[in-house]
């Protein structure tokens, strides 16, 4: 009787011992990043349509019917109270404070060019929040080019900043550029480069 309570205990022990390691080994085991739940969002999916999510209106999108509708789609109390259009000799530029757009006047039936976001992108905010690994991260494309910022990449800044680099895709065509400055994500923008110098 004494053995087969002894048996009985040693089986325990051993059954709870090996509950222990198991809970250990999860433990150890790598956790999921936050990342994933963060920037769920289909980044190339929306680049390829030429849009930005945060923004109402898609590359190809009529210049007229922008600005006509633009001040529609602003929240009461903000800070945008119009929208500026600038001429230049071959180009027209509509600035809406944190986005813009940009046409060729030659190219005017085929709608905007360029969209330039500078608060709010692809679940992305602008200003020492997110690094070029969040970038890289969240589109997920394996093809880029990351590089020193050039005028090219930003043509719609007075003068290039110091401490600045580009990440760049192809994406359906169309160029997607994030411009990061002093390492944090800052502006950007989203190029027909077929309809655009």
Same mark, same amino acid.
């Given at each position: ?84 259009? #600038?001429?230049? #000799? ?27 976001? #500078? ?25 880029? #080019? ?52």
């Amino acid at each position: 009787m004494k053995i087969s309570k002894l048996i009985a205990t040693v089986l325990s022990l051993a059954i709870c011992l090996s509950f222990a390691g198991c809970a250990k080994n999860e433990e150890k085991s790598p956790t999921t990043s936050v990342k994933p739940l963060a920037h769920s969002l289909n980044i190339v999916g929306y680049a390829e349509k030429g849009e930005i999510p945060e923004i109402p209106y898609a590359l190809g999108h009529d210049v007229e019917n922008l600005k006509e509708t633009f001040m529609s789609h602003i929240e009461e109390g903000s800070e945008i109270i119009e929208l500026i259009v #600038q001429e230049g #000799q071959e180009d027209v530029w509509l600035l809406g404070g944190s986005m813009s757009f940009c046409y060729e006047k030659k190219n005017k039936d085929k709608g905007i060019s360029v969209i330039i976001a #500078q608060e709010y992108a692809y679940d992305f905010s602008m200003g020492g929040v997110y690094d070029a690994d969040d970038v890289i991260y969240a589109v997920g494309l394996e093809e880029y #080019q990351r590089a020193e910022t050039t005028s090219e990449d930003a043509f719609f800044l007075p003068v290039i900043p110091e401490n600045s680099e580009c990440i760049k895709y192809s994406i359906n065509g169309f160029d997607l550029r994030f411009i990061l400055i002093d390492g944090y994500l800052s502006s950007v923008t989203l190029t027909d480069p077929e309809n655009w110098k």
